[in-house]
């Protein structure tokens, strides 16, 4: 219920004026984020680097209804691959970049689809010249066929192209099974968004199942699975599979978020496990961060006390 509500409140115009401009948020939020600009998100991708993690970058934005808004985050991602690549940082795809769809134009009135398609290629193209790779964020439930149509399209030219899969919605053991194809690079994760019960699980219980599911469709293929949890027991029944069906440690990763158990992260990447970080920048911060909170009641808690105490 409190997870449904805070949700909705990240399309909230007021709730975003009245967190943004609390100064405690900063705080908080630099426990998620990189920061504002590209520069911090190299510095932060090359130190994780350093202790043996791959990594993900995300520049923040979504639900963008303006197609130059949509070119500009088109363009920051482009030069970040640059920066990247001169940094050292792309070589065998050790750090690749998230791509949310409604960043770069699929909510646009006009031609969206078509115009997040021809975007997140330009992003590709950029991705593979610096000698990495991009994965197409999965968001609300109603973007998923659009968001999966763009990701089979473009495989046609960049086979490598990586999506996301979320074990909320009840179509996605079957998604899963028609994307475990040879080279599919597939990120499963439970979901971060509200969707509706004729089309999501709403209990953790079946999410975690469906999850369980999910991973099993994806192990047992021939794809590349990417384990996107900080759950432990999936994070156990992943490392089952793996054995179960023979994979070894190049043959599938684990993925957490920037600055959620980080120990872990370092334990699993010291076991020898591919352990990828996905790292936000950017100043757009408020959608991201309302989605962190509505997953962890210990953390709204403590937010929520912050702003009284301080506002
Ligand atoms: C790499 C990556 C990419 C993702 N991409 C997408 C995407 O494209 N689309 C999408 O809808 N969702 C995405 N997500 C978010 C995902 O759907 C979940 O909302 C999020 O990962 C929390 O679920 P969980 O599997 O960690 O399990 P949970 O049951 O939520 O958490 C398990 C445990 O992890 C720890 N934990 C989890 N969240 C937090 C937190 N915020 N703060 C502190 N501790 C926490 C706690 O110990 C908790 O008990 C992504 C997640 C990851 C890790």
């Not at 639900?63 to 991602?77: G, N, P, V």
């Not at 759950?231 to 179960?244: C, K, N, S, T, V």
Request: charged share 25%; aromatic share 6%; glycine share 10%.
């Amino acid at each position: 219920m409190l997870r449904r509500v805070l949700l909705a409140a990240s399309h909230s115009g007021r709730m975003r004026q009245l967190v943004t401009s609390a100064p405690v948020a900063r705080g908080v939020v630099a426990r998620y984020v990189a920061g504002d600009e590209a520069a911090d998100a190299v510095a932060v991708a090359g130190r994780l680097h350093g202790d043996g993690l791959l990594i993900s970058l995300d520049h923040l934005g979504e639900d963008t209804r303006d197609a130059r808004q949509a070119d500009l985050a088109t363009q920051e991602y482009t030069t970040l691959l640059g920066s990247l690549a001169v940094a050292g940082l792309t070589g065998g795809g050790a750090t690749e970049v998230s791509v949310k769809p409604t960043a770069v134009g699929l909510g646009l009135a006009d031609h969206g689809e078509k115009t997040a398609a021809e975007n997140i290629s330009r992003i590709c193209t950029a991705a593979r010249e610096a000698g990495t790779t991009v994965t197409v964020d999965m968001e609300e439930h109603i973007h998923v066929d659009a968001t999966l149509r763009i990701v089979r399209t473009l495989r046609s030219e960049f086979p490598e192209l990586g999506c996301v899969i979320q074990s909320q919605l009840r179509r996605s053991a079957a998604d899963c099974a028609a994307l475990a194809t040879p080279g599919s690079r597939v990120r499963l994760c439970k979901g971060a968004y509200n969707a509706p019960q004729e089309v999501a699980f709403t209990t953790r219980a079946e999410v975690d199942r469906s999850y369980a599911r999910c991973l099993r469709a994806l192990m047992r293929g021939d794809g590349y699975p990417m384990l996107a949890t900080h759950d432990p027991r999936l994070i156990e029944i992943g490392a089952a599979l793996a054995r179960l069906t023979g994979r070894g440690p190049a043959d599938f990763e684990y993925q957490m978020l920037y600055g959620i158990r980080p120990a872990e992260q370092r334990r699993l990447a010291a076991e020898g496990a591919r352990m990828r970080v996905y790292v936000p920048y950017g100043s757009d911060w408020y959608g991201y961060l309302v989605r962190r909170l509505a997953e962890r009641p210990a953390n709204l808690a403590f937010f929520a006390r912050s702003l009284v105490t301080r506002s």
